[in-house]
């Protein structure tokens, strides 16, 4: 199905969105490029986690490195790779695996973040990305699988990667 009419609201920087008019009624429609994300895992078994405060809902999380897809020719894969180094300085030393994707919140966006596992990251680079307040956590698998638990992980893609 495609809606009748479509009237775009705002056009920024990274979303778009749109009024559409379905048979339902109008519908706001947020559109957003995609974006990915990477269980990046230490050989100890360490996940590489970033907390960073998200002015959306106002408190810092605790995420999966990911980024959006903006780098023209630039594929899932290599958009979490950069990533991973530039929020992180750890480097995935074999290719990421493709865990499959999600759809964030398909009520009013369309917005599809592929996630990636990467085993056996290291240290790259020792001056991460630092200009977007990030700051690198390490937890013990199981740690993290019980930070979902009680409520410390409470970011949907990293909630799905680490249940994958």
């Known amino acids: ?27 706001e429609i947020v559109h957003h490029p995609g974006a990915c994300a990477v269980l990046a895992l230490t050989a100890a078994d360490e996940v590489v986690l970033v907390r960073q405060y998200r002015e959306a809902v106002r408190e810092s999380l605790l995420e999966i490195p990911a980024g959006v897809l903006d780098v023209e020719g630039e594929d899932g894969a290599g958009c979490a790779a950069r990533e991973l180094l530039e929020e992180t300085g750890y480097r995935a030393d074999a290719p990421l695996e493709l865990l499959g994707w999600i759809y964030t919140s398909p009520g009013f966006a369309d917005e599809r973040i592929e996630l990636f596992v990467a085993g056996n990251v290291e240290p790259s680079d020792p001056k991460p990305n630092t200009d977007e307040g990030i700051e690198v956590v390490l937890l013990p698998l199981a740690e993290a699988a019980r930070a979902i638990a009680d409520g410390r992980i409470v970011d949907a893609k990293t909630i799905v990667a680490l249940l994958l």
């Open 1 to 27: 199905m495609e809606p009748a009419h479509i009237r775009e609201v705002f056009g920024g920087r990274l979303i778009r969105v749109a009024v559409e008019t379905w048979p339902t009624g109008e519908r």
